[in-house]
């Protein structure tokens, strides 16, 4: 039996107008981007935990992007919560097994470089998909569960800091606030490498590390 309980409408009601807000700025994105950018390309994998309340989980993901300038990337990343027991939305007194939250976003990310050091800022949207096992309820005695799957759309947005151990790879550590169906905080660190697209206008990789010079 779902829970009765009432949904907080004065949430519902304001994610909406986040989500335009979002996707306003994530539009304006590419328009930071400068002129044949330098067509960096950065693969991560990342690993840490979520946070709802007192309750605790791990998560690991990964994720793709690509510099649209010196100052901003855009990024593709996916990453699962085994949640247990806890779903994306309200199931009331019945029994739960095996629920995987799956994050799937994009995101702007905005930087900026000191030597090796790189802080930025991110903010994106996201679809979050739940899976699950619910009870069946029955006379028997015997206990069956039914698999269901919902979806929601979602907020993020979050702040970090880079450090780049070598010219093309790092490691990063990154908070995370998702606001969707549920509200939920991240703690991630992960490692990141740079792959140079394309030459560079000079026939050469650059000697940056970030787009930051070595001298």
């Not at 700025?25 to 309340?53: D, I, K, Q, W, Y």
Request: net charge neutral.
């Amino acid at each position: 039996m779902e829970n009765p309980a009432s949904p907080d409408l004065g949430h519902c009601r304001r994610l909406p107008r986040l989500y335009w807000i979002a996707v306003i700025v994530l539009a304006a994105g590419p328009l930071f981007a400068e002129e044949g950018g330098n067509h960096t390309g950065e693969f991560s994998a990342f690993t840490g935990m979520a946070f709802r309340g007192t309750d605790a989980h791990p998560t690991v993901g990964g994720s793709a992007g690509i510099w649209l300038s010196r100052y901003t990337m855009a990024l593709l990343e996916s990453s699962v919560i085994p949640s247990g027991g806890a779903t994306l939305l309200p199931r009331g007194p019945v029994k739960i097994r095996g629920s995987d939250l799956f994050d799937l976003n994009f995101v702007l990310q905005a930087r900026v470089g000191v030597e090796r050091w790189e802080p930025y800022g991110v903010l994106g949207t996201a679809v979050l998909m739940n899976s699950y096992r619910a009870e069946i309820p029955g006379a028997s005695a015997a206990v069956a569960y039914q698999g269901n799957r919902h979806s929601k759309f979602g907020l993020e947005g979050g702040a970090g800091v880079r450090y780049y151990v070598g010219e093309r790879w790092g490691i990063r550590v990154e908070y995370r606030y998702t606001s969707s169906a549920i509200d939920f905080n991240r703690i991630l660190g992960g490692v990141s490498g740079q792959l140079q697209m394309t030459p560079s206008r000079f026939g050469t990789a650059p000697d940056v590390i970030g787009g930051n010079s070595l001298c």
